[in-house]
């Protein structure tokens, strides 16, 4: 499900519902870069800083 985070309620996020209800954020950039570092530990920051900008405001 997309919403508001609760905390930054100018953000959208992705929220997984588990199937006794509850929810958790998830964010598939931080699963990306979590998996960039693990596979590709020597180039994994130059990868991130290149390909995963953050977008401006």
Known sequence: ??????QFRHSRC???VRTDGGWIVFSYQK???DYVRD???SHAE???REHFK????
């Open 54 to 57: 953050r977008a401006s405001r």
């Open 46 to 48: 130059r990868f991130i």
């Open 14 to 16: 992705l929220f997984l």
């Open 31 to 33: 699963c990306l870069r």
């Open 1 to 6: 499900m997309v919403d508001r985070h609760p």
């Open 39 to 41: 596979r590709y530990p």
